[in-house]
């Protein structure tokens, strides 16, 4: 069974200080990780897809890295604006020909300015 | 381009009550889902569709009946609601079933009594 597991499940920074959200993760077979940003009362937005170990992809302050057990979302000198909550999901190679993720809890970020 | 939409954003129904969750998107994908969000919990698949008249199950399809008649609609149905049911319901939509860059709808809000 395919699992992930994020760490920590809420993170408090102050405006400038930055960190590093973890995704631990098993599964039989690595197709993707998926990093999607959720802000209150809204769907999920997506971040980046990546595929295999020592992959990065950045965005504006968020780069994510992945490893062979867990992906990394780093956030760099963070801004108010980037408090939401983080979600990471895995999918596996397809088994009957599904594709289904599984999602993590999820970090609630919070950033003071 | 409206992306995803969902209505409606907020309903209540007693229990043994059905509705339909209505979903749309304009983007031409071929790939539709449906997911429930529960405090504690990750993102849970309940249906997926990978084109017009195909749709499978999810994690947790049990109460649940979809279809998928045109490309861009894909309603799921309750059809004798339960209070467990009582949860935040996600529609999402990506160009192939691998899921990149997946785009998700403003979500529903379902109170069950």
């Known amino acids: 069974e395919d699992q992930v597991t994020q760490s920590p499940e809420a993170l408090r920074l102050q405006e400038g200080e930055s960190s590093s959200l973890n995704c631990s993760y098993t599964?039989?077979?690595?197709?993707?990780l998926f990093w999607y940003r959720q802000d209150p009362g809204k769907g999920p937005e997506f971040l980046f897809t990546?595929?295999?170990a020592g992959e990065e992809k950045e965005k504006e302050r968020l780069k994510a890295t992945l490893t062979k057990k867990e992906s990394f979302l780093h956030i760099t000198a963070p801004k108010p604006e980037d408090s939401a909550t983080y979600l990471c999901a895995v999918q596996a190679s397809a088994s009957g020909g599904s594709y289904i993720p599984t999602f993590g809890r999820g970090t609630s970020l919070i950033v003071h300015p | 381009n409206a992306g995803v939409t969902q209505t409606p954003k907020f309903q209540v129904l007693k229990t043994g009550q059905s509705m339909t969750l209505q979903c749309a998107q304009d983007?031409?994908?071929?790939?539709m889902s449906w997911y429930r969000q529960d405090p504690g919990m990750g993102l849970r698949l309940i249906h997926y569709s990978v084109g017009a008249g195909i749709t499978d199950q999810g994690e947790v399809p049990n109460g649940y009946n979809v279809s998928r008649s045109t490309t861009e609609d894909f309603p799921l149905r309750l059809l004798s609601a339960a209070p467990s049911q009582t949860s935040v319901y996600f529609c999402?939509?990506?160009?192939?079933?691998?899921?990149?860059?997946?785009?998700f709808g403003p979500g529903t809000r379902l109170l069950v009594l």
């Open positions: 599964v039989s077979g690595l197709r993707g």
């Open positions: 990546l595929y295999s």
């Open positions: 999402a939509s990506s160009y192939s079933q691998y899921q990149e860059t997946q785009y």
């Open positions: 983007m031409n994908h071929e790939y």
